[in-house]
């Protein structure tokens, strides 16, 4: 059974730091792309960042110079680092991991993130 499990979210002033985890199970972690996707109060589901299987990054233009998505393959991780963040960065953060043009596509429960001004 495959598992996404996120971790590290909390609440945090504003200009301070979190790293969110994220540890797949049950996947052929190094063929993923993974990506963190948040979700704020009323608002639709939106692409914070994703890394592919050789490394290549995408970042929305939101959190671009802020936020670094790596990852670990050895430990079948994806992380997401979140620095100088704003109280707009406060959201449910959903780790997600996808092969094969969506064909296998898998979420995570969410970790909140909440931003204090």
């Known amino acids: 059974q495959v598992q996404l499990v996120e971790s590290g979210g909390g609440l945090v002033q504003a200009g301070r730091s979190l790293r969110l985890s994220c540890a797949a199970s049950?996947?052929?972690?190094?063929?993923?792309?993974m990506g963190w996707y948040r979700q704020a109060p009323g608002k639709q589901r939106e692409l914070v960042a994703d890394?592919?299987?050789?490394?290549?990054?995408n970042y929305a233009d939101s959190v671009k110079g802020r936020f670094t998505i790596s990852r670990d393959n050895a430990k079948n991780t994806a992380y997401l680092q979140m620095n100088n963040l704003k109280p707009e960065d406060t959201a449910v953060y959903y780790c997600?991991?996808?092969?094969?043009?969506?064909?296998?596509?898998?979420w995570g429960q969410g970790t909140q993130v909440t931003v204090s001004s």
């Open positions: 890394i592919d299987s050789g490394g290549s990054t």
């Open positions: 049950a996947i052929t972690f190094g063929r993923y792309t």
């Open positions: 997600n991991a996808v092969w094969s043009f969506r064909a296998f596509d898998f």
